[in-house]
């Protein structure tokens, strides 16, 4: 019997046996009270990783998205982003539901927002148009293919945006891929942002668990912001014991999710009908249009075979490379995707 080849995302990462491990024995409190000290060491180093003042664990990405939004605008603002972000598209409005901000989305061809088109939806605020409160850019980037902001790319946004008096948050959920692919220190693409999210849960393989990390001040009041939403946990050192050895282990493994999603395009991007562009992280994004086949029925074709492979929209497919995903999975998922598509090429043709 064959396992399960799960390209779907890279939350479906396990956590490893080390963290399983430090996870039995942490040392425990009561977070709320700021009295464990796994929480509290695992913020520690995570604010010293990223650069920053301080640090926050939240339980999901989609909440510290949330508590640097409200931290940064007033009810009424405009919150800037591309206009395939996670903010936008999967995080159930919660920019309008709890900021009461309104997203005023960018196009772009990559997810890759330059100041130019930053600076041409810019409002100042008066009495006809709300202001921009903040600019939200998300790296890497996952609906656009895992893309890469260059580090001059964000440079030249901060340092725009601090003249205009506008914060800067990153969704940087897979930043520590964004580091990996452009040979950055992760705390030198943090710089270029006000605050940062990243995901312990995605490639990092942690069961539970983000980090929302910024100034003293904001990681304070992001503290109030968590409680309100209910995400105050108590024991939560279980958690962060398991963050810690993601946020320190994990991301020397990168690289080879990295090489491990390219393999896959190069090898997609061989079968009849099959647009895939080379992807810079552990994203790929399969365009199957030419094969005349819907995605959504390639992605259930695959799942008979115990491929896992979403699709997300009628014509794209998209595969996710991560620490559970060996290159012999790769080498087999193609073959048995060459395989569907043939089948059903041939059915067509009966
Ligand atoms: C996964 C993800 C998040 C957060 O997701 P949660 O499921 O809430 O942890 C935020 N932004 C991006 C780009 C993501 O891929």
Known sequence: MNRTIDLRSDTVTQPTPAMRKAMAEAEVGDDVYGEDPTVNQLEHRAAEI???????????GTMGNTIAIKLHTEHGQEVICDSRSHILDWELSMTAWFSG??????????????????????????????????????NTHNMAGGTVYPLEVLREIRGNAR????????????????????GT?????????????????????????????????????????????????????????????ALEEMPK???????????????????????????????VMLDVCDTGIP???????????????????????????????????VDRAIKLLAAVLDRRAAETHA
């Open 185 to 245: 220190r992760v705390s030198q693409i943090a710089a270029e942002a006000d605050t940062v999210m990243f995901c312990l849960s995605k490639g990092l393989a942690a069961p539970v668990g983000s980090i929302l990390a910024g100034t003293d001040q904001a990681i304070s009041s992001g503290r109030q912001y968590r409680k309100r939403l209910g995400g105050g946990m108590r024991q939560a050192g279980i958690l962060a014991a398991a963050g810690l050895i």
């Open 253 to 283: 493994r990168l690289a080879e999710d990295h090489h491990n999603a390219s393999a896959l395009a190069s090898a997609a991007a061989n079968l009849p009908g099959l647009k895939v562009s080379k992807p810079q992280t552990n994203i």
């Open 50 to 60: 990223l650069g920053k003042e301080a640090a926050l664990f939240v339980p999901s």
């Open 163 to 182: 003249s205009a008096g506008i914060k800067v948050h990153m969704d940087g959920a897979r930043i520590f891929n964004a580091a990996a692919a452009s």
């Open 295 to 329: 995605a959504p029925d390639i992605s259930r074709a695959l799942k008979a075979e115990g491929v896992l492979m979403n699709s997300i929209n009628p014509q794209t497919l998209r595969a996710v490379t991560h620490c559970d995903i060996w290159r012999r999975d």
């Open 101 to 138: 901000c309104l997203v005023r989305a960018v196009p772009t061809e990559n997810g890759i927002l330059h100041w130019e088109d930053i600076r041409r939806v810019l409002r100042s605020g008066g009495i006809h148009s709300s202001a921009t409160g903040l600019i939200e850019i998300e």
